[in-house]
DNA sequence: ACAACTACTGTGCACGTTCACAGCGCGGTT
DNA sequence: AACCGCGCTGTGAACGTGCACAGTAGTTGT
């Protein structure tokens, strides 16, 4: 299967305990903790790590550690949400540079289709990561159950859905965060506000209406109401039939700044000016929301403090403590949509 | 620092080779490849895996083999790029996916700041991985030589300046791709043809500006010539800047889509019409080219070949063939904005 | 009949590390 | 003088796998 190998000439700890003149134990012991190594043996030993640029096998201490050192960040999504909204780079971003700190290195899978689900599943039964971040907003994949079943430790990212208390999850106050915004347009007088939902089958689907609903009461009638799917066509759509329904509404709160850019595209095409006719309002705080046109007003996610959760909740339950969650405020930025 | 582990009972070979009547070796052989196993043996083996759920120990076959199984995904550019310029999460979904489907899963590792590069070079120094997938479009970065020093497999994103010949690389042909956009321009009949640059240490920066040379020769003056830093930020300095020199430009070569989305903005904001007073081309056929209004004619660089290549380079050299590279053909998608 | 070959199987060892245990010298207490 | 605890150290035994080797039985060739 392979070629000729090169002769490992890797320095091991025998090595180094020969060069340090101590054995394979004191080397152990000086450079995992140090506790119990006498000072003299430990300047010898960091010496010899020096002169022979030793490096500690990582398959060999997992073998006997039982722990892999490593942790995956899955995606359920379709892949191409991935770099479409940029939602999920930042979460990814996030989680790598809050683990890198650590020396945890993150192994990127996917779980959009049937086959990555499996392989993805069957990967992490081997043991390969000792725990997953679970990024997948829409509930009713299998792999959850899968990974509960096998025992590792998980952390979603946003409320998982008919799990709630069994699986740990780090998420924004969507709720809350929708309120924010819809009372946000009634203070700027409009009246006729419509929404764009996420999916009903994710959390901030229905989180994010419940909080209008909150607001706007019996006022939250259903030709106000239109389901997108996260994407940018999802809220163009969306945005077309709103304006079919309901050509008098003077604001729309979008349930994703992705969203909300289709919707602006809609709305511009339509003729209506924004904020003037119609004010806009978007959910995620995004890079996209500086770069529309008006800059978007939006509810900002904290997703540095997210992700840290996340990681922070991860390695808890690595740990060994149970599974706990984790929901952060959320923040309006007004900009020039409303 | 661990607390108390719980009783592993993860069937071993061992195990698996009690169920089914045979020895450990046999059922090593079984498993990997199956040659020289009696047709009895192997369904016997196959089934004592199914009712045990075996699966192999992957630290335990990476002690032995001295292979990781793994690939790291490294990363050098500032780390906001990752989120903001598509073209990173594509390359990064592509690889991913690529290698997947060999059940090889990848590593993301950053390597922006000094602290990062350090621990990603370390890190891979010790062996938890067997190749590196290196998107770096900067040169001067003392990662490639310590990767290079350290022997292990590499396959750069992009010609990797001042290692062409020592380091395997997947590039877009950007010399020729610029060419067919300044030719397309002339084509429309445009006169005045302006071009924002990448950063002059890219191989993307001097490539395709030499492309824009090749075909206006002499009439590619120092004042239609700006310098970008590939973010949309970049290209709106940059545009700014050409129309202050320039104010007769009929037409601006963007060598990056983000930056081309920035000029629009510039542009549209003079008040004038694209593509009626200023034709627009882009570099990529990253998914902003079609969600900018108007939408984005530019230089298709055919990504999936380009992973697809980078994946099969890197498996090439850990199986220990020389680096080599791949230059790909580009194609000109002509949309609404010239 | 004997040797040689083939197809298959079992066993010992090595991979490099951590951990538990025992041993050591030393000073202080019983 | 015997004992104990303490700080430090070396040693053997795992961890679970793949591989080289030797060995077995059956078939074929001379």
Same mark, same amino acid.
């Not at 152990?28 to 020096?50: I, M, Q, T, Y």
């Not at 706990?324 to 949509?337: H, Q």
């Given at each position: 299967?392979?070629?000729?190998?090169?002769?490992?000439?890797?320095?091991?700890?025998?090595?180094?305990?020969?060069?340090?003149?101590?054995?394979?134990?004191?080397?152990?012991?000086?450079?995992?903790?140090?506790?119990?190594?006498?000072?003299?043996?430990?300047?010898?030993?960091?010496?010899?790590?020096?002169?022979?640029?030793?490096?500690?096998?990582?398959?060999?201490?997992?073998?006997?550690?039982?722990?892999?050192?490593?942790?995956?960040?899955?995606?359920?999504?379709?892949?191409?949400?991935?770099?479409?909204?940029?939602?999920?780079?930042?979460?990814?971003?996030?989680?790598?540079?809050?683990?890198?700190?650590?020396?945890?290195?993150?192994?990127?899978?996917?779980?959009?289709?049937?086959?990555?689900?499996?392989?993805?599943?069957?990967?992490?039964?081997?043991?390969?990561?000792?725990?997953?971040?679970?990024?997948?907003?829409?509930?009713?994949?299998?792999?959850?159950?899968?990974?509960?079943?096998?025992?590792?430790?998980?952390?979603?990212?946003?409320?998982?859905?008919?799990?709630?208390?069994?699986?740990? +999850?780090?998420?924004?106050?969507?709720?809350?965060?929708?309120?924010?915004?819809?009372?946000?347009?009634?203070?700027?007088?409009?009246?006729?506000?419509?929404?764009?939902?996420?999916?009903?089958?994710?959390?901030?689907?229905?989180?994010?209406?419940?909080? +209008?609903?909150?607001?706007?009461?019996?006022?939250?009638?259903?030709?106000?109401?239109?389901?997108?799917? +996260?994407?940018?066509?999802?809220?163009?759509?969306?945005?077309?039939?709103?304006?079919?329904?309901?050509?008098?509404?003077?604001?729309?709160?979008?349930?994703?700044?992705?969203?909300?850019?289709?919707?602006?595209?809609?709305?511009?095409?339509?003729?209506?000016?924004?904020?003037?006719?119609?004010?806009?309002?978007?959910?995620?705080?995004?890079?996209?929301?500086?770069?529309?046109?008006?800059?978007?007003?939006?509810?900002?996610?904290?997703?540095?403090?997210?992700?840290?959760?996340?990681?922070?909740?991860?390695?808890?339950?690595?740990?060994?403590?149970?599974?706990?969650?984790?929901?952060?405020?959320?923040?309006?930025?007004?900009?020039?949509?409303?």
């Amino acid at each position: 299967m392979s070629g000729n190998r090169a002769p490992r000439n890797r320095p091991t700890i025998h090595d180094v305990a020969a060069a340090a003149g101590v054995s394979r134990g004191t080397v152990s012991r000086a450079l995992n903790g140090g506790r119990n190594v006498s000072p003299a043996a430990l300047e010898a030993v960091l010496k010899a790590v020096r002169t022979t640029g030793y490096v500690a096998n990582p398959a060999a201490r997992s073998l006997v550690t039982q722990r892999a050192h490593s942790v995956a960040f899955v995606l359920t999504e379709p892949q191409q949400r991935l770099f479409e909204d940029p939602n999920f780079s930042i979460l990814l971003q996030g989680c790598t540079q809050e683990l890198a700190e650590l020396d945890v290195p993150v192994l990127l899978m996917t779980a959009s289709t049937e086959v990555e689900r499996k392989r993805t599943s069957r990967f992490i039964a081997a043991g390969h990561v000792d725990g997953v971040l679970l990024v997948s907003s829409h509930t009713g994949n299998p792999l959850l159950d899968e990974l509960r079943d096998s025992g590792i430790p998980v952390v979603a990212c946003g409320k998982p859905i008919g799990h709630e208390g069994q699986v740990a +999850y780090a998420a924004a106050d969507d709720r809350s965060g929708a309120r924010q915004m819809v009372e946000h347009l009634r203070s700027r007088g409009r009246r006729r506000i419509a929404t764009i939902t996420g999916p009903p089958d994710t959390p901030g689907g229905v989180e994010r209406l419940a909080g +209008y609903r909150d607001v706007l009461g019996a006022d939250a009638t259903a030709d106000l109401i239109a389901h997108g799917d +996260y994407s940018r066509a999802g809220g163009e759509a969306a945005m077309t039939t709103l304006l079919d329904r309901a050509p008098d509404l003077d604001a729309v709160f979008v349930a994703s700044d992705l969203m909300a850019a289709g919707a602006l595209n809609v709305l511009h095409d339509s003729g209506r000016r924004v904020p003037d006719d119609v004010a806009v309002g978007g959910f995620d705080d995004s890079s996209i929301a500086t770069s529309t046109r008006p800059a978007l007003t939006t509810v900002r996610q904290p997703f540095q403090r997210i992700t840290r959760e996340m990681v922070r909740l991860l390695l808890e339950q690595i740990q060994g403590e149970p599974p706990a969650a984790s929901i952060l405020p959320t923040e309006l930025v007004v900009r020039a949509s409303t």
